[in-house]
T-cell receptor, first 118, second 115 residues
Framework: AQSVTQLDSHVSVSEGTPVLLRCNYS??????LFWYVQHPNKGLQLLLK??????LVKGINGFEAEFKKSETSFHLTKPSAHMSDAAEYFC????????????????FGRGTQLTVWP | DVKVTQSSRYLVKRTGEKVFLECVQD?????MFWYRQDPGLGLRLIYF???????EKGDIPEGYSVSREKKERFSLILESASTNQTSMYLC??????????????FGPGTRLTVT
């Protein structure tokens, strides 16, 4: 079975301080992992993805995430938060196969709301 | 650029009405998906389709049906809308398989309110 747990529903940081959004996953297969961001009244945007290449993945807007198989984690980090980072972030796992098909469906975490204080 | 469009950004319907949500993609993707997004629950898969006229239930199909008569268009149907179907509905599309390039592309969403 596949599942994703985002450990914090809300994270608040001050502008200029580091960001850490935590994600643990469960997957029966070698997973692909993603982080998506959703700004208020905007669509989902792909931040970064891990697909079994380098375990440290760099994304857009200075975000990066590290795949740790031993810990089944894929935490999202950024060294210095910016006001424009305030948004909801989703950790997502995709498997290679599901129910005999090669569909590769996505499983979403419940989201982490990031607030950035000036 | 991949484009996934949804017919309405905002929709208000009455309880018991039949509701159609339309999604169109322009990238010749085989796979199309319907999700609903609710606060604190993330995105949950309602239905997906991997080919024209093919469909499979997702995690929460009750109260919904879908139609895929053409490759580029995937419709979500609420046969008799109820207030607990008030939500944000997101459509997505992708090429088949779980390869590294086969990511899902999302539409802007339709916020449906059922009164």
């Amino acid at each position: 079975a596949q599942s994703v747990t985002q450990l914090d529903s809300h994270v608040s940081v001050s502008e200029g301080t580091p960001v850490l959004l935590r994600c643990n996953y469960s997957s029966s297969y070698s997973p692909s992992l993603f982080w998506y961001v959703q700004h208020p009244n905007k669509g989902l945007q792909l931040l970064l993805k891990y697909t079994s290449a380098a375990t440290l993945v760099k994304g857009i807007n200075g975000f990066e995430a590290e795949f740790k198989k031993s810990e089944t984690s894929f935490h999202l980090t950024k060294p210095s938060a910016h006001m424009s980072d305030a948004a909801e972030y989703f950790c997502v796992v995709r498997t290679l196969a599901d129910r005999g098909s090669t569909l590769g469906r996505l499983y979403f975490g419940r989201g982490t709301q990031l607030t950035v204080w000036p | 650029d991949v484009k996934v469009t949804q017919s309405s950004r905002y929709l208000v319907k009455r309880t018991g009405e039949k509701v159609f949500l339309e999604c169109v993609q322009d990238m010749d993707h085989e796979n199309m998906f319907w999700y609903r997004q609710d606060p604190g629950l993330g995105l949950r898969l309602i239905y997906f389709s991997y080919d024209v006229k093919m469909k499979e239930k997702g995690d929460i199909p009750e109260g919904y049906s879908v139609s895929r008569e053409k490759k580029e268009r995937f419709s979500l149907i609420l046969e008799s809308a109820s207030t607990n179907q008030t939500s944000m509905y997101l459509c997505a599309s992708s090429f088949p398989g779980g390869g590294p390039k086969n990511e899902q592309y999302f539409g802007p969403g339709t916020r449906l309110t059922v009164t």
